[in-house]
């Protein structure tokens, strides 16, 4: 390499050092821990036991439980919640009247801003038996339940629906406001009804933004973990523990450092997956 | 033309615009129930769970949580944490966009495919490992570690759109500095990232804002209960002080939010609209 060009790629240095040592460094050490015994503490060295972490993990209720959960989780949630409610709030916020779509778009986005631990708050209080959602229901003469005992997996999934719809929301109007209004208008004069319009031309129109949407609201999904935590700490008895906190309580409640980062190298394995496709759809714009 | 076809579009232009305002006038109203919890429980002497209009008025819970070991210290140990995270991130981004954005050379490509890749890994997966690292390493607990980690697992994002928001200045304007004999560092500076002054606010405060939000990442690499910032002091309002004084939780979050909520809200409007983020994360 010429001289000029080395001291060209220089700036890179910095921030190719910090990505080294910080992020793909212990991304390494996660996939040698994984198949080590190491334990938080008394241990004066951990010993390479193969793929034992891993057989262990298929043969635990618990994990395989929190595998469910965390697929659950992410159906409810991302797939569903955040990705239809975003993607219908922002073809609503096209025809409503700009009063409205600013006000309704300031406080979908707020719940997004807030810090996550303040948004489990508001949705623990809101779930809690004596919270306002038992309030409406009782005021609407409707059954009411302790939903952080009896459903927390919906509780949290509604909690992340109600964190997460505005990044959905965001990608789909950024998407809508490109379709050219002559198409919809033409097909409208033609006769297509609202339904028709939405199946055969915005959706195809906007398959792009929605492949990338799903791809990275499902990658956030995978990585929530405060927002259980203070919610439900996982509980009652593992019915809302997604992997991130089943991973935490092996690692740091049970001590089992080694098999958490099994179970992490796993979690990263499939979120790299996804990762990867997402870097293939975005391929041609690098 | 007969005059029924030619009202037809109006009415039912205007029929669908009452219909989508109707719609999402309940969404929101479903979206604003939790906020309004916390608004309205930080001003009530006695707040519970419900979301209710105070009997009276009172600053009490505010008066009660604003006090150093309560409220200053955790937000100015969050305010050192994500403004040492934020400078650095920024700092290392903007030097490596510039090479990214104004010179072709065969590592460009790989590079930016690779940050691509990193942008999206969830981050979460790795803190067992990394806390495991820290502590053999020594920088467990410690504030310089925890801003490294901070900056290194925003680095990928905050290059991504740096490089972009850098491609839309023109070429033409550091072509003469060079020509005068500045270096690429002294074009960068004086020249490229103020003429990039939105995009330099956004990649900052996207960065400080997601910061600023974390809670699992100070979780794990700090230990010391006088280093944590108000992501995770917020927890000692239930648990260790007892019974939950709800209306201080509730002054506390409004405290803890309303940094954030102010720097989003100063972006959106120099953007017009919230919008840019959508458009600049969908690439």
Redesign the interface.
Known sequence: MTRR?L???L??T???L??L???A???A??AY?AFTD?QLTGQAHESFIGFDNFRTAFGDEAFLNAVWLTLVFTVVSALLGQNT?GL??AA??????KP??T???A?????W??????AG???Y??F?K???LN?ILDWLHLPTQNWLFTLPILAVSFANV?RG?A?S???????L?EIPKEITEAAEVDGAGGWCRLWHITLPMIRR?IA?NL??IT?QT?????LI??MTRGGPSGKSQTL?LF??EE?FQKSM?GY??AV??L??LV??L???I??RL??T?? | MPPTSRRTPTTSRTTHRLAADAGLLVAATAFLLPLAWVLLSALDPDANLKVKVPDSLTLDNFDAILKPDITFTPLLNSLLLCGGGTALTVACAALAAYPLSRFRSRLNRPFLLTILFATSLPITAIMVPVYALFVRVNLIDTLQGTIFFFAASQLPFAIWLMKNFMDGVPKELEEAAWTDGASSLQSLIRIVLPLMGPGLAVVTVFSFVMMWGNFFVPFMLLLTPDQMPAAVSINEFFGNRGMVAYGQLAAFSVVYSTPVILLYVLVARRLGGGFALGGAVKG
């Open positions: 060009s001291v060209r790629i700036p890179l910095p921030a190719t910090l990505l040592l910080f992020l460094g212990p991304i050490y996660c821990i190491l409610l219908a709030l609503l916020m096209q025809r409503a009247s409205v779509r006000l309704t778009g406080i979908v986005i707020t719940a801003v807030l810090p996550e631990v303040v708050f508001l949705l209080a809101f809690r004596e919270g306002t309030a109600w719809t990044f929301m965001l990608v789909y109007s950024a998407a406001n933004s990338t791809m990275l990658l995978l990585s929530v973990f405060g935590w203070v991130p991973m935490y690692a450092i958490g980062t992490a190298l979690l990263l979120g790299g996804f990762s990867m997402y870097v975005l391929r714009e690098v």
